[in-house]
Nanobody, 123 residues
């Protein structure tokens, strides 16, 4: 299975971006799906997650109300819509599929990862 992210870029503070994550090999909805990010010199952190059936969605406190995770199953694609971007959102963003049906904040529960897409927010 392979995950491919796209949609990153450079945006001014307050702007918006939508990241995409296309799954190849298995259905995007076969397992829980998460978005993570890693800033330079920092550990990878959980951003948002969606259970396999879309029935439970959770967000990191730092992005609640600004980011939205969604999925288009026929297109086998997941999205992370980001609004009200801040300089502290600057990071490489990754999508990942979990080993199980849930999407926990624990990155060790994920066994398939995309290559990442850079998001840079200027002040």
């Amino acid at each position: 299975e392979q995950l491919v992210e796209s949609g990153g870029g450079l945006v001014q503070a307050g702007g918006s971006l939508t990241l995409s994550c296309v799954a190849f090999g298995r259905a995007i909805s076969s397992n829980g799906l998460g978005w993570f990010r890693q800033a330079p010199g920092k550990e990878r952190e959980f951003v948002a997650g969606m259970a396999w059936n879309g029935g439970f969605i959770n967000y990191a406190d730092s992005v609640k109300g600004r980011f939205t995770i969604s999925r288009d199953s026929p297109q086998n694609t997941a999205y992370l819509q980001m609004t009200g971007l801040k300089p502290e959102d600057t990071a490489v963003y990754y999508c990942a599929k979990s080993r199980g049906l849930a999407a926990t904040p624990d990155s060790t529960e994920y066994n398939y990862w995309g290559q990442g897409t850079q998001v840079t927010v200027s002040s």
